[in-house]
């Protein structure tokens, strides 16, 4: 059957049509429910019905998730009087849906942010206790060494949180390295590196669980993907 819900909440879940909108398009019965004209905005549906609206079919959706390639110079929040912010990405057809992000990534930090506005979603993904392993790409100032390994395999304690055990991973050149954590602290692959005397001059989160960012995403581009493909992806 699926949920069950007024019209009018059904369409302003769906739409960025406001609830006056909706009203006056009800009115001029331009919409229908199951091939029937709907008269009142308070008419009961479900999330499964039938819906149109000037013959163009309505489907339901509350929760969308959106995967963004992150540029440089965007601050992961929905507002800031000072820097421009991640959400000023999403193209207009979103824009109804007041997403935020997933989790944060640094201003100077690029690369896979998920944006949605389902808040168990998010709760779910950032939390330690589900040890989901996000890997970033480091470009360094000096090069990793493999005594660097078993420092990030040890754990770190931090004044402000301790860091579960990570995994790091040398490129053949030992400036870049790969390295995973579990948490996603404020600057903490950076302090990590501190940590072994290195300074990352360049960071890139390139995947979260088993989600990778699409080669064919491009630097400040979005895309949607549905919420069992993005569950499959993560999780895995």
């Known amino acids: 059957?699926?949920?069950?819900?007024?019209?009018?909440?059904?369409?302003?879940?769906?739409?960025?049509?406001?609830?006056?909108?909706?009203?006056?398009?009800?009115?001029?019965?331009?919409?229908?429910?199951?091939?029937?004209?709907?008269?009142?905005?308070?008419?009961?549906?479900?999330?499964?019905?039938?819906?149109?609206?000037?013959?163009?079919?309505?489907?339901?959706?509350?929760?969308?998730?959106?995967?963004?390639?992150?540029?440089?110079?965007?601050v992961s929040a929905t507002e800031d009087k000072k820097y421009p912010i991640v959400t000023e990405l999403v193209p207009e057809e979103y824009r109804h849906f007041d997403v935020f992000p997933a989790g944060r990534l640094d201003i100077d930090t690029e690369g896979l942010l998920i944006l949605t506005n389902d808040g168990e979603f998010v709760h779910d993904i950032t939390s330690p206790k589900k040890n989901v392993y996000k890997r970033y790409f480091a470009r360094l100032d000096k090069p990793a060494e493999e005594a660097d390994k078993a420092v990030f395999g040890g754990g770190m304690e931090f004044k402000d949180f301790t860091a579960k055990p990570a995994r790091l991973e040398i490129c053949d050149d030992a400036h870049e390295a790969f390295v995973e954590i579990a948490e996603g602290k404020f600057h903490q692959v950076k302090r990590m590196f501190e940590r072994v005397g290195k300074t990352v001059v360049y960071l890139k989160r390139v995947s979260i669980g088993g989600l990778g960012l699409p080669d064919s995403l491009k630097l400040g581009e979005v895309k949607e993907i549905e919420y069992d493909e993005l569950l499959n992806k993560i999780y895995g």
Do not use: C, H, W
């Open 1 to 74: 059957m699926g949920k069950i819900m007024r019209l009018d909440k059904f369409l302003s879940d769906s739409t960025d049509m406001s609830r006056k909108d909706i009203k006056q398009l009800i009115r001029k019965k331009a919409v229908t429910v199951n091939g029937d004209i709907a008269i009142k905005p308070e008419t009961q549906v479900s999330e499964n019905d039938a819906v149109t609206v000037n013959g163009q079919a309505v489907l339901y959706k509350r929760f969308v998730y959106l995967i963004l390639n992150k540029p440089a110079g965007y």
